[in-house]
């Protein structure tokens, strides 16, 4: 019930195109869904979080996509470049069930070619 | 700058030795927590706290210990018992009962 799903595991996709990770939860009381961006040697950081009384969060060239009754969200990244290139997590948590404690997916690796 | 240092950035441990990772927070962030990344997974979480003095289990807690004497530290020892300590390990912190959770740089710990 705690577990995130993401997928792909690994993504390669060429400079301009549309990057896409999905992820999938089965606990309904998660209320909090970020996405994290990590560079080779470094923590994560956070990228763009989405609550679940929207569908849609755009912030730049990234884009969360929120289908509460489907109880599945993706991050989209449009114009990717080579410098997105990282490991992406999705997560989750709930404020009545655990707090701020955040569940992650395992994680899908982009590389942009140039 | 606010920020989440943890030190040392490379860690070696010998067997049967204990070891404690640090992780010193400015952000003035009431709760902490300590991950384990390792490679094709996510991040687990070995133990948090929400408050001094307090801590409790995550989900792989075995092998691990913490103690949370000052609000900006939540070291972990990884002791002798954990038996596949090799990994790389996330500390994070924000305020109790909000989010983001923010990370530091990680340390990466190998068998000698």
């Known amino acids: 019930q705690q577990q995130v799903k993401q997928s792909p595991q690994s993504l390669i996709v060429q400079k301009g195109g549309i990057s896409i990770i999905n992820c999938a939860y089965e606990n309904t009381a998660f209320d909090y869904f970020p996405w994290y961006q990590q560079f080779p040697g470094k923590g994560p950081a956070l990228l763009i979080a989405i609550r679940p009384d929207v569908s849609e969060k755009k912030e730049g060239r990234f884009t969360i996509s929120f289908n509460k009754s489907a109880k599945q969200f993706s991050l989209h990244i449009m114009d990717s470049q080579p410098g997105d290139s990282a490991t992406y997590f999705c997560?989750?948590?709930?404020?009545?069930?655990?707090?701020?404690?955040?569940?992650f997916g395992e994680g899908t690796q982009l590389t942009v070619n140039p | 700058d606010g920020g989440i240092t943890q030190s040392p950035k490379y860690l070696f441990r010998k067997e049967g030795q204990n070891v404690t990772l640090s992780c010193e927070q400015n952000l003035n962030h009431d709760a902490m927590y300590w991950y384990r990344q390792d490679p094709g997974q996510g991040l687990r979480l070995i133990y948090y706290?929400?408050?001094?003095?307090?801590?409790q289990k995550g989900d792989i807690a075995e092998g691990y210990s913490v103690s949370r004497e000052k609000k900006e530290s939540f070291p972990l020892t990884v002791t002798s018992a954990q038996k596949n300590p090799t990994a790389f390990y996330l500390c994070a912190s924000n305020d109790r009962g909000s989010q983001p959770q923010h990370f530091g740089d990680g340390t990466r710990l190998s068998i000698l």
């Open positions: 706290s929400q408050i001094v003095n307090d801590f």
């Open positions: 997560a989750a948590s709930s404020r009545e069930t655990s707090g701020s404690r955040l569940t």
